[in-house]
């Protein structure tokens, strides 16, 4: 989740791997789902709760990313209007 390697910049086996890993989260989920020991429906909470967790990783990178352009164009609109004054 917190790769920040572009979609275009990753190699075949990068992305073979994502396949990989994703197919393997789920193999885990159905798994533990058919386990009589399990709580029922553990694993779809398991990835649920995964799933979760990412959506408050890219918020905080959003906010993150929000945070600096703001602070960008603060620091644009104060270069200006120093230039304006000279």
Known sequence: MKNKTLAENKDPNEKEGEDKLLLQYIEFARIVNNDEGEEECLGAMAIITMLLRGLLIQRDRMNELEY???????????????????
Not at 69 to 83: G, H, I, N
């Open 68 to 86: 600096t352009v703001k602070d960008l164009k603060r620091q644009v609109k104060t270069l200006e209007e120093q230039k304006k004054k000279e």
